[in-house]
T-cell receptor, first 115, second 113 residues
Framework: EAEVAQSPRYKITEKSQAVAFWCDPI?????LYWYRQILGQGPELLVQ????????DSQLPKDRFSAERLKGVDSTLKIQPAELGDSAMYLC?????????????FGPGTRLTVL | GDSVTQMEGPVTLSEEAFLTINCTYT??????LFWYVQYPGEGLQLLLK?????DKGSNKGFEATYRKETTSFHLEKGSVQVSDSAVYFC????????????FGQGTTLQVKP
């Protein structure tokens, strides 16, 4: 069964350093999502791509976060500089399209700890 | 704006007990509703969904009915197993109609033998 791949699974960094997370969606999925899940809370959407275009990045802290999906396949989420409050699980999801009935499939996540 | 509220956890049950996890929502329009499950160390998996009022979603013995009059989507299972121990998230697709999911805070279920 096809899965969403994410790496690394765990990342520990110091405040003010740069970090990057990678996501490879299920083959053929046009829509890709990055969510942030703070411990004890539900995931919150950071950015949504349709192919290589950003559909929604209204909750992305653009002064320090950036995301790209250059060829409309895999995606990278970057934080520079990292802050203590960025410690969270970063989840990637993909779906065949962005319609209301299209199921989102989630990867295992990257757990970020900022010291 | 759109939001989802779940009952506080953790919920601790004995094996074979009846499970209810409450979920209510606030949304404009007619959202689709979802339950996702997150097992320890894993990503979220779709458990069930309902796309219109009075629809019942079901999977693996779990059920939830879309109640528009009470804006609720409570999760139920008649007989839980130890393997059901996980975090359960209620979610809706927001009024933006882009597929963006809005999640509740999650409810931890622990089932003891």
């Amino acid at each position: 069964e096809a899965e969403v791949a994410q790496s690394p699974r765990y990342k520990i960094t110091e405040k003010s350093q740069a970090v990057a997370f990678w996501c490879d969606p299920i083959s053929g999925h046009a829509t890709l999502y990055w969510y942030r899940q703070i411990l004890g809370q539900g995931p919150e959407l950071l950015v949504q791509f349709q192919d290589e275009s950003v559909v929604d990045d209204s909750q992305l802290p653009k002064d320090r976060f950036s995301a790209e999906r250059l060829k409309g396949v895999d995606s990278t989420l970057k934080i520079q500089p990292a802050e203590l409050g960025d410690s969270a699980m970063y989840l990637c999801a993909s779906s065949a399209a962005s319609g209301r009935t299209d199921t989102q499939y989630f990867g295992p996540g990257t757990r970020l700890t900022v010291l | 704006g759109d939001s989802v509220t779940q009952m506080e956890g953790p919920v601790t049950l004995s094996e074979e007990a009846f499970l209810t996890i409450n979920c209510t929502y606030t949304a404009t329009g007619y959202p689709s509703l979802f339950w996702y499950v997150q097992y320890p160390g894993e990503g979220l998996q779709l458990l069930l969904k309902a796309t219109k009022a009075d629809d019942k979603g079901s999977n693996k013995g779990f059920e939830a009915t879309y109640r528009k009059e009470t804006t609720s989507f409570h999760l139920e299972k008649g007989s839980v197993q130890v393997s059901d121990s996980a975090v359960y998230f209620c979610a809706l697709d927001g009024s933006s109609n882009t597929g963006k999911l809005i999640f509740g805070q999650g409810t931890t279920l622990q089932v003891k033998p």
